[in-house]
């Protein structure tokens, strides 16, 4: 099966550095919802390099920023899941910086443990 991150078939790559790109999710579970990944196909955080994560992780920040300008959030979680039984549905580390609006749930304590319940169907 290909993998539909390194096809770029789709995706309209919003930042990039040298080891990772940015693009928003196309099953967003908020409006402005960000994926980074590497560039090169790493299945999980644990295959990433050292300068993946690096690469990755400035791009989070840099992400951020431009959330920020294009929908102004009031809060942001930031996860990854690893493996099957960690929710993983694409084989290639994808890392969410999602954006969190006041009132987008009744109570936010807890973050993602809470994490708004399926405001987008999935596939």
Same mark, same amino acid.
């Given at each position: 099966?290909?993998?539909? /991150?390194?096809?770029?078939?789709?995706?309209?790559?919003?930042?990039?550095?040298?080891?990772?790109?940015?693009?928003?999710?196309? &099953?967003?579970?908020?409006?402005?919802?960000?994926?980074?990944?590497?560039?090169?196909?790493?299945?999980? &955080?644990?295959?990433?390099?050292?300068?993946?994560?690096?690469?990755?992780?400035?791009?989070?920040?840099?992400?951020?920023?431009?959330?920020?300008?294009? /929908?102004?959030?009031?809060?942001?979680?930031?996860?990854?899941?690893?493996?099957?039984?960690?929710?993983?549905?694409?084989?290639?580390?994808?890392?969410?910086?999602?954006?969190?609006?006041?009132?987008?749930?009744?109570?936010?304590?807890?973050?993602?443990?809470?994490?708004?319940?399926?405001?987008?169907?999935?596939?």
């Amino acid at each position: 099966m290909t993998c539909p /991150f390194c096809s770029k078939n789709e995706l309209k790559i919003e930042l990039e550095n040298d080891l990772a790109m940015a693009f928003f999710d196309k &099953y967003p579970v908020q409006k402005g919802h960000l994926l980074i990944i590497p560039k090169r196909h790493a299945e999980t &955080y644990f295959e990433a390099s050292s300068e993946e994560i690096m690469a990755i992780h400035s791009l989070i920040r840099e992400g951020k920023r431009l959330i920020d300008e294009q /929908f102004v959030p009031d809060g942001y979680n930031i996860g990854v899941n690893i493996g099957k039984f960690g929710g993983q549905t694409i084989d290639h580390l994808h890392f969410h910086l999602i954006p969190r609006y006041q009132g987008d749930i009744e109570d936010p304590r807890g973050g993602i443990r809470k994490m708004v319940p399926n405001l987008v169907e999935y596939p």
